[in-house]
């Protein structure tokens, strides 16, 4: 089952590691888990820019 994980922008503490953590947990348990950036205009609201933006709190793909 895939299973989509919000990123956002504001106000978690070492999201990276929440992230990473869960998308242990998903794998698991047999998931297949994918994130979604989800922060509305920042990043220029563009995928590009919100991808920056996540990439800047040391979320990325792989």
């Not at 794998?27 to 995928?47: D, E, K, L, Y």
């Amino acid at each position: 089952m895939r299973v989509a994980l919000t990123a956002g922008s504001r106000g978690i503490d070492r999201i990276d590691q929440v992230l990473a953590a869960t998308v242990t947990e998903v794998n698991r348990r047999g998931g297949q888990p994918f994130i979604v950036p989800a922060m509305g205009s920042h990043g220029g609201a563009t995928v590009e820019g919100q991808l920056e933006v996540l990439a800047h709190f040391g979320i990325t793909g792989g």
